[in-house]
């Protein structure tokens, strides 16, 4: 059931694919949506409980930056990669994919900066 809600929001963020819709919504949507939410999640954990529990130097925005930027990059390898892997073809839509991946991992880590900060002791005001 979880795995299904990651179809509608994928195809409306890129649009159906004309020639493998069926293989995309059984098995590249779902999997790269739990891969990407666990590994938001991770870093997250990492970000405002490890690292800003630690030294009071992970406060900064830049390195709250540059954790988004690099969990974006991660999830757009993630989504590249899965998608090639199933479909053994790169076209468009597997760039197109790829790219909205890391735009919506960037949004939801930014949303859910919002919760995690309070565990955290030096960065409750990271980001905002």
Do not use: Q
């Not at 963020?13 to 819709?21: E, K, M, R, S």
């Not at 479909?87 to 900066?113: K, M, P, Q």
């Amino acid at each position: 059931m979880l795995l299904t809600i990651f179809s509608p929001v994928y195809e409306a963020l890129c649009g159906a694919h004309p020639d493998y819709t069926a293989e995309y919504r059984g098995s590249i949507f779902g999997s790269v949506g739990t891969i990407t939410l666990a590994i938001i999640v991770a870093m997250l954990l990492l970000f405002y409980v490890v690292l800003g529990r630690w030294k009071m130097v992970w406060f900064n925005l830049i390195h709250w930056g540059v954790t988004v930027l690099i969990t974006a990059i991660i999830c757009f390898f993630i989504a590249y990669l899965s998608a090639k892997n199933v479909l053994e073809l790169v076209d468009g839509y597997v760039w197109r994919f790829a790219v909205i991946n890391a735009i919506y991992t960037a949004v939801i880590f930014i949303l859910l900066s919002l919760i995690f900060k309070n565990l955290s002791v030096f960065s409750k005001r990271t980001p905002f």
